[in-house]
Structure formats: C-alpha cells, structure tokens
T-cell receptor, first 111, second 114 residues
Framework: KQEVTQIPAALSVPEGENLVLNCSFTDSAIYNLQWFRQDPGKGLTSLLLIQSSQREQTSGRLNASLDKSSGRSTLYIAASQPGDSATYLCALGAGSYQLTFGKGTKLSVIP | DAEITQSPRHKITETGRQVTLACHQTWNHNNMFWYRQDLGHGLRLIHYSYGVHDTNKGEVSDGYSVSRSNTEDLPLTLESAASSQTSVYFC?????????????FGPGTRLTVT
C-alpha cells in the first residue's frame, strides 16, 4: 500500500526566505504527483501536477520536482510572502484515477 | 468558469438521522470522488465513481452511500449519522485522460453530528 509522508508537519519562516517542502512515498510506480494548497476552512487548490515522465514543473515562484527512484518530491517556494501561509499537501496518483494524500505541511510566513 | 459546488456548506444533525450532501460539477468530468478530512488522518477516500451508474467503495465507506444518475452530480448519503462521522467532507472530480489525472476540489461541507 502506498504511503505518503510530509515532514515537517509545520514550518515557520520569515518573509522573503526561500523554502522547500518535502514529500516522500514508498512505491515508485506512480503516474503523477499533485501539489495542493489548502487555506483554513477552504477546499484544496491544485498548484502543480508532475507527470511520472517529468522531473519538475514550475509556476511562478513555485517549483516542484519529482525523483521516483528515491521516492521523493519537493515543492520549492521562492521569496516567500505572508500570503503563502497555508497547508500544502502532496498526493500521488498510481492508477484507477485515485490519489493518495500526505497529511500536509502547515506553512507560516512571518512578516 | 467550470467549478465544483457543494451544499450545504455547514450542517448540524442528530445521531441516527439520514443526511445527504450534494456535489455538483460543471467540468463535465467522468470521475468524481468523496473524501473526508480529519485531524491526524488527512484526506481519506469514501466513495468514487467513474461515470453514470458506476459507484465504488473507498477506504472508509462504511455508513455512507452514493449514486450517480448523471455526469454532474454525486450526492453522498449518510444512512444513519453517527458522531464518528463529524468531519469535513470534500468532493472532487477529474477527467479520464490516459494516465494523467488532475483532481479539482469543491469548497467542502462541515458536518457536525450531535
């Protein structure tokens, strides 16, 4: 059974800092990996989708990488802003159109 | 713009009552999913559907049912609500596009069972 781990569970950084969020998984037979953002009391917003054949995807200040051989993905946020404060979740797709989610990293960017 | 809507956004009900949560998507996606989100457990799959008249059980399906009579809607029914079903419920959808499937989520329904 696929297991997805996100460490740390919470992270606090000063505004302007570059940061990396981690996602590790146990089964490398995946089709794609999706990063989401969740604001308090809100739904999940898709940030980036990486296909299994890709190594990274970029959107603005966000860059997500995928290394299937080591079972890891990272989400890099450049020049963090207070508006980036949210919980970030990674989810793996490994068939049947289903996703397996990590429990998320709660990010706080301090002004 | 295409979207997923859920209703109600908040619901308080009593133990033993039947409750139905609505999910409506205008993406015209074949695949629809129901999750619950709880502290310490993250998101867990309850039921899912790959198309009209298709339904499947997920990881935590006991006490829940779904039916799919059209492409746009997948209502979730709690047959006899229990306090353990107090949670935030999310509906999601994705298209069937080979091995690539990006899920889109609704805003959630916060359900409290007293």
């Amino acid at each position: 059974k696929q297991e997805v781990t996100q460490i740390p569970a919470a992270l606090s950084v000063p505004e302007g800092e570059n940061l990396v969020l981690n996602c590790s998984f146990t089964d490398s037979a995946i089709y794609n990996l999706q990063w989401f953002r969740q604001d308090p009391g809100k739904g999940l917003t898709s940030l980036l989708l990486i296909q299994s054949s890709q190594r990274e995807q970029t959107s603005g200040r966000l860059n997500a990488s995928l290394d299937k051989s080591s079972g890891r993905s990272t989400l890099y946020i450049a020049a963090s802003q207070p508006g980036d404060s949210a919980t970030y979740l990674c989810a793996l797709g490994a068939g049947s159109y289903q996703l397996t989610f990590g429990k998320g990293t709660k990010l706080s960017v301090i002004p | 713009d295409a979207e997923i809507t859920q209703s109600p956004r908040h619901k308080i009900t009593e133990t033993g009552r039947q409750v139905t949560l609505a999910c409506h998507q205008t993406w015209n996606h074949n695949n629809m999913f129901w999750y619950r989100q709880d502290l310490g457990h993250g998101l867990r799959l309850i039921h899912y559907s790959y198309g009209v008249h298709d339904t499947n059980k997920g990881e935590v399906s006991d006490g829940y049912s779904v039916s799919r009579s059209n492409t746009e809607d997948l209502p979730l029914t709690l047959e006899s609500a229990a306090s353990s079903q107090t949670s935030v419920y999310f509906c999601a959808s994705s298209e069937s596009r080979g091995q690539i499937y990006e899920q889109y989520f609704g805003p959630g329904t916060r359900l409290t069972v007293t």
